[in-house]
Structure formats: structure tokens, C-alpha cells
């Protein structure tokens, strides 16, 4: 797991990191979360990649760890994200800048999360 320097996370950070990665995408929009009625501070971004699959990618950055409440906050706020977009997302991605709970982090990747 990767840390992004910095204390914000916004849309050039997520394109640069995962352009090191090899992943490119041709389309790439950012929904606020009051659009889907959450009151997190965290960004959100839906993605087409250049295959034609549909990513849905997180960045939060706090200074407070992780934990498995927050696992299942995330998971709320994607099934928002699915009523919202209409369709599912192939692949689920966070970036995340904040200590993260070891049990938190095996939540994620059991929920087919992919951490950045």
C-alpha cells in the first residue's frame, strides 16, 4: 500500500499515480457527494478505461485511522454511487491517505476493493 503525499487528494494525483500503473482512461468525471447525499468529506470519481470498463474511484485524506465502521460507510456510499450512475462498476478503487485498521484493509479486499 502506497501513500499519496500531500494532505488533498484531487483528480491530477489519481491520474498521475495511476498512469504509473499503466492504467489509462478516456473518460473520467468527479460526483460531488452531495449529489448523492452523503456528507463525507471524500472525493469521488467515475471512470470508463480504455477497454470500456466502468471504475469507481474514492480518494480520501484524513488525519484519523481507518476502521471497519468506515469499510462499510464506503460500501454505502458505492451502492449510492450504483443507483445514481444506473449501472455497476467492474472494478472499485481507493486511494487512501490515512492509517488504515489491518482488519479494515482485509475488509476491503474481501468487498473486491482495490487499495491505493
Same mark, same amino acid.
Given at each position: 500500500?502506497?501513500?499519496?503525499?500531500? /494532505?488533498?487528494?484531487?483528480?491530477?494525483?489519481?491520474?498521475?499515480?495511476?498512469?504509473? =500503473?499503466?492504467?489509462?482512461? #478516456?473518460?473520467?468525471? +468527479?460526483? $460531488? @457527494?452531495? =449529489?448523492?447525499?452523503?456528507?463525507?468529506?471524500?472525493?469521488?470519481?467515475?471512470? $470508463?478505461?480504455?477497454?470500456?470498463?466502468?471504475?469507481?474511484?474514492?480518494?480520501? /485524506?484524513?488525519?484519523?485511522?481507518?476502521?471497519?465502521?468506515?469499510?462499510? #460507510? *464506503? =460500501? +454505502?456510499?458505492? &451502492?449510492?454511487? $450504483?443507483?445514481?450512475?444506473?449501472?455497476?462498476? !467492474?472494478?472499485?478503487?481507493? *486511494?487512501?491517505?490515512? @492509517?488504515?485498521?489491518?482488519? &479494515?484493509?482485509? &475488509? *476491503? !479486499? =474481501?468487498?473486491?476493493?482495490?487499495?491505493?
Amino acid at each position: 500500500m502506497r501513500k499519496i503525499k500531500g /494532505s488533498k487528494i484531487d483528480m491530477q494525483m489519481v491520474v498521475d499515480s495511476l498512469r504509473k =500503473e499503466g492504467k489509462i482512461y #478516456k473518460k473520467m468525471l +468527479e460526483v $460531488t @457527494p452531495r =449529489e448523492l447525499g452523503v456528507r463525507n468529506k471524500i472525493k469521488i470519481y467515475k471512470a $470508463t478505461d480504455v477497454s470500456g470498463y466502468f471504475w469507481a474511484i474514492f480518494a480520501v /485524506s484524513q488525519k484519523s485511522r481507518i476502521l471497519m465502521k468506515d469499510v462499510h #460507510k *464506503f =460500501e +454505502e456510499i458505492y &451502492a449510492k454511487l $450504483t443507483l445514481y450512475c444506473a449501472h455497476n462498476f !467492474k472494478y472499485k478503487l481507493i *486511494f487512501i491517505d490515512a @492509517p488504515l485498521c489491518s482488519k &479494515a484493509q482485509n &475488509a *476491503f !479486499k =474481501e468487498a473486491g476493493w482495490k487499495i491505493q
